[in-house]
């Protein structure tokens, strides 16, 4: 493997494990601009403010949320990642236009991920995130299996 597509690995490794520890500057500072593209429902986050706005939304009811990286490859311009999603749901959780209290419940779902690169850079362009939407609320027993 090229050093490029050994240095974006890296880079996404870096990312995800900054996400769990929510140092949000770290993780922005891998970005060359900070976007995401939720493929499950369909929100897009695009710049600082907004990427900084979701991870503070998305912590809200899951302060403790974390990854574990289950695969990981480099493809051209893109690293893709398959990982487990955790989280306790302790916070208020909006979805599907209700507000679901604070459950205490754990949460596992399995996801993948493609990371976009600008040309020649360890740097993210887009992360885009593939999850089943019903899944969280379902792992927490919100929703019919």
């Not at 490794?13 to 970005?31: G, N, P, Y």
Request: a negative charge; hydrophobic letters at 40%; glycine letters at 8%.
């Amino acid at each position: 493997m090229d050093s490029l597509s050994l240095a974006r690995i890296q880079t996404v490794r870096d990312h995800m494990a900054l996400e769990c520890t929510q140092e949000w500057d770290a993780v922005i500072a891998t970005f060359a601009h900070p976007r995401y593209e939720m493929h499950g429902g369909g929100a897009v986050f695009d710049g600082e403010q907004a990427v900084r706005g979701y991870f503070a939304s998305s912590r809200t009811p899951f302060p403790d949320q974390a990854n574990e990286i289950i695969s990981i490859a480099a493809a051209g311009d893109t690293v893709l990642v398959e990982f487990w999603l955790t989280g306790t749901h302790l916070g208020p959780l909006k979805a599907n236009g209700t507000v679901y209290p604070p459950t205490g419940r754990a949460f596992r779902v399995r996801m993948a991920a493609s990371f976009e690169f600008a040309p020649d850079s360890d740097k993210i362009v887009c992360e885009r995130p593939y999850f089943d939407q019903g899944a969280k609320l379902r792992s927490l027993g919100l929703a019919a299996t």
